[in-house]
């Protein structure tokens, strides 16, 4: 009838409308760019590829003595379609519009594509499982006709990508696969934590409650997430066999699809299990052994990996061992775990540790991108790399058992020790550094005139042990910062005039070491690291009564304990001192006052 006919083409006009309603929204969304449509041939012959590549052999380097920096140019969003107008890459998804928003408000990022250095395609491979039949293949080896050893892909589903010219960064790379100093490996990002301050609600070593009778303080959690092979459960068992609270939760054999149980039948949320662990198994023979690592961390959980096929993530910048513990095989698990637990201090430091790192690389996308350009700009440009201080340090809070790092405006006294007769008027080079404003010269009796900048002081004839309640007061202190000067004069007793350059060398060399309180500068110009004090320090860390006494001694290293002594003297004794005296002359005024143990 004529209404079925009308109804017929109304149905067909209003699914034409919402298709074509679809198809505009997609194109004017907030994120709008724009998009090339390319067509592809079914006769596109197929390239070679060269595996093993070096950022040198196999990127275009020359892209970058125009700027010495690293640039990212975007490619606009492409449509690429075969001869009969069937898509050969996906639709881009949200989050590789997201990634693509991160890279464009970077500071790599660049508009113009004659000056970048690499080159984000315009096709979204964040999943390349989402690429049908031989249609990655094909979508690349176009890419790669237009922008060969230009290009960055990331990834963070899948490994059908072959290795060629591209920088693959990649959250599920293998060993055998991976190019070291090429290649980027991230962790696996499943979207962003819900905010900044989102802090996680721990349990350490204690009972947080009981259901059912079983504590909910997991030892070692051993999360099978699906089904494993029969040997990898037997080698597990045999390995905790007589470790306590181990807990291994699967899925449960009765119950919602989902649900998560221990060997006794306890249920069990993911979260949950996380939060309640002190270590978390991570094997490459575990299903989803990537994304857990990340879920570990996020929860403060200490991983343990035996995964030899598995690169860590960043693991070319981030130092793992500082917060997890890797064993070549599962026979070494019950010995390192039963090791650790018998160090209370180091545990709680491995955990503190890595929430700090994931929160500051993985937790949002944002940082995974900004580490993953920073890591590939300091391969390219040597001056822009970080230290491992400056990838691995905490500078919110000094741990005497890892590096430090100060912070930028920390004001340096430069404290010089007197060597029988030498003269020490070279020190006045001293204050050519922007990093010292006063200078302090410790010897034997005082043998010169204070002047602006520089003060004399007299070592006392007697000094005692090493001082440990001053030292903590020394470390409680963020601007008691001792710049330790050994024989500011030459061999011949000539004045040595320390030229800004090598100070600015010995500055940056203090800033990485472990406690960023003193080490030594030679006559010759070369720094030697901490020695008596490191010993100090960590014992007062500890909270040791005393100090236990080396069994050899060294001239240098009594030395190096009487002038921490006589230094860290000299300072805490002027706080009781009202008025100038000859002995505390031009006393610096940026030292504040010392608190009270």
Partial sequence: SFAQHLMRHLV?????????????????????????????????????????CTMT?????????????????????VEMRDENGGLLAPIPSKEFMQLRSVIAASEWATVDEKEATLIVPGIDFINQLRFEGDSLRVAYDKLKEKFDRRMLIYSFHGRKLTEDTAVIANAQPVSFRFRREFDVSLPVWRGDDESEEEKTARK??????????????????VLLLSDVEKAFEMRLREAHAGLEKVRVIRRCYQGNEGDLCDDNGKQWNYEESLRSADFVLISDDLPAHSRLLMDGLRAGAIPIIVAPSYVLPLEEVIDWSRFSLSLVS?????????SMRSDDARVEEMRRQGEIVYKKYFSRLTEIVTSSLRLIEGRLVPHRQWTYERWNGDEHKLSLDLPYLASEDTRVLGVVIEEEGKETSGVHSLLESKWIDRVI???????????????????????????????????RSRLQVFFLLRGAVGDDGAPMMMDPARIERAMMIWRTMPTGAIFVVNADGSVRGMVMHKAV??????????????????????????????????????RGISGGSSELRSLPSSLSAVPRV
Avoid at 22 to 49: C, F, G, K, N
Avoid at 330 to 338: D, G, S, Y
Avoid at 461 to 472: H, I, T
Wanted: aromatic share 8%; glycine share 6%; charged share 25%.
């Fill in 330 to 338: 599962m026979e070494h698990l019950k010995k390192a775990i039963e």
């Fill in 537 to 574: 320090l960590d014992s007062v860390a500890r909270q040791r009564e005393a100090l236990q006494q080396e069994e050899e001694w060294s001239y240098d290293l009594l030395v190096d304990r009487v002038a921490a002594a006589a230094v860290v003297k000299m300072v805490v004794r002027e």
């Fill in 57 to 77: 052999t196999c990127l275009d380097v020359r892209r970058i003595g125009g700027t010495g920096r690293l640039r990212v140019w975007m490619q606009p969003l």
């Fill in 204 to 221: 350490h070593k204690q009972v947080s409650s009981v259901d059912g009778g079983y504590f909910n303080h997991i030892g070692l959690l």
């Fill in 12 to 52: 067909g006009y209003l699914l034409f409308a919402v298709i074509l309603y679809l198809h505009i929204a997609y194109l004017l969304r907030d994120d709008v760019e724009t998009v090339e449509q390319w067509m592809i041939s079914d006769q596109l012959p197929r390239l070679r590829y060269t595996s093993n």
């Fill in 441 to 475: 010269v410790v010897g034997s009796e005082e043998n010169g005139e204070g002047t602006e900048g520089i003060s004399y002081w007299a070592l006392p004839s007697s000094l005692p042990d090493p001082m440990l309640s001053l030292m903590r007061r020394l470390l």
